[in-house]
């Protein structure tokens, strides 16, 4: 099996190689989400303030106008920021696995996946809540038996328990190997915090915030890489176990 190090250094090439195409997608995606939300909080503030200032000439009857107009509109929001995030993890496989769909198709594949994720999402943690309920210790088990359900629901179509045994079977007799796997992006993270908040810390106070800034958006593209990472390293397990049972 390739190691977790190249496997990371491959996610951070394929991020750069892509950085336009992932930027492109997440422009749409604020162009997307934001109106709608905006929109909530301006019907928000017109319906609330009667209540908090007599001296608005406004209704206290328009507090109707959040309950028919700016809830159902934020439960909309809800779920389209859900199909976008779907999406994203359509493009993070699609990136791992070395293509590029427009993203006409990567909102539809997405709307497509949406409740197969969400319903497989909930019943992932249902299932790792009731192992830690139990004895803590199956419960961590159970996260590391599930940690590629995401993954083989987008790139395999299956859903529910279907998923989750396709994992489970994925990780089978390489537990400790898919730990070590998982946590390897993980400890690379705190590392480059640590050292980070050892260098702000010396900085004098002025130029602190200019340190802090561009750590931050330093910081900001190792979620996609990490995404970017959990599909490589999806597909290198299944390259040794290719057939669902």
Not at 48 to 56: D, T
Request: glycine letters at 4%; a positive charge; hydrophobic letters at 55%.
């Amino acid at each position: 099996m390739i190691s977790p190090w190249s496997l990371f250094k491959e996610s951070i090439r394929l991020f750069l190689k892509n950085f336009k195409y992932l930027l492109k997608f997440w422009l749409v995606k604020l162009l997307i989400q934001y109106p709608p939300l905006i929109l909530v909080v301006i019907i928000a503030m017109i319906s609330v303030a009667p209540i908090y200032s007599s001296a608005l000439n406004l209704s206290p009857t328009s507090l109707t106008w959040l309950i028919y107009i700016a809830i159902p509109i934020a439960v909309g929001w809800i779920i389209l920021t859900f199909r976008l995030g779907t999406a994203s993890l359509v493009q993070a496989y699609s990136i791992s696995a070395n293509t590029t769909p427009t993203i006409k198709q990567l909102l539809s594949q997405g709307w497509k996946l949406t409740w197969k994720v969400f319903a497989t999402s909930a019943l992932e943690i249902l299932a790792i809540l009731g192992g830690l309920v139990l004895l803590i210790i199956p419960g961590l088990i159970f996260s590391i038996w599930f940690t590629f359900t995401i993954s083989v629901v987008v790139a395999e179509n299956l859903s529910g328990t279907a998923a989750l045994k396709r994992s489970k079977q994925l990780v089978k007799g390489r537990f400790w190997k898919t730990v070590s796997y998982l946590l390897f992006p993980t400890a690379i993270i705190i590392a480059y915090s640590f050292i980070t908040s050892a260098v702000a810390a010396a900085i004098p106070k002025p130029s602190r915030s200019v340190f802090e800034l561009l750590f931050s958006i330093v910081t900001w593209p190792f979620g996609l890489v990490s995404l970017i990472y959990s599909f490589l390293v999806y597909r290198e397990f299944k390259k040794i176990n290719i057939s669902p049972s």
